[in-house]
């Protein structure tokens, strides 16, 4: 069984976080992160979610909380985000009866492009794509906000951190 998760982290102050990425180049231990915007400002998919990568996350400068969701199967694939797309991460807490059905249907959206179960914090971390954050807001409240089966969600916006 996969040791790997999303680390999901947020700093007291988020001008740390540029000090940061410089940290995350260690692929062996860090797989791949996105800054974001909104309820976090970083989320890191990690190989292994042993204490040992908690301890480094935690000492790094300006760090002040974490949501560890080890993932159950890893359904993200390869693929560069597209700087002329606009992408939100979706956190999603769902009923567990209905989870593999609401990952099935939110699988189904063309804007969708990934689902990963998880545990912890949240069932379901999905990756979506649009031409605007307005559009992508659009899209979770028409298509995704009132499925059966979702008690709560995050909608955090992926920042390109060289346009700031």
Known sequence: MSNSAYL?????????????????????????????????????????NSENIISIVKSFDGFSEMSVCPIEKDNQKEFMLDET?????????????????????????????????????????????NDTFDKIHRF???EIKNLDGILRYKQDHVIFLDRI
Do not use: W
């Open 140 to 142: 979770v409240q028409l």
């Open 8 to 48: 999901l982290v947020k700093f007291d102050n988020k001008q740390k976080l540029m000090s940061v990425i410089d940290q995350l180049q260690d692929e062996s231990l860090f797989q791949n992160y996105d800054a974001v915007d909104g309820h976090y400002h970083l989320l890191i998919k990690v190989v292994d």
């Open 85 to 129: 797309s606009t992408y939100c991460y979706l956190f999603i807490e769902t009923d567990e009866k209905h989870r593999e059905q609401l990952q099935k249907k939110i699988e189904s959206f063309s804007e969708t492009l990934f689902v990963s179960p998880t545990s912890g914090s949240y069932n379901l971390i999905a990756l979506i794509k």
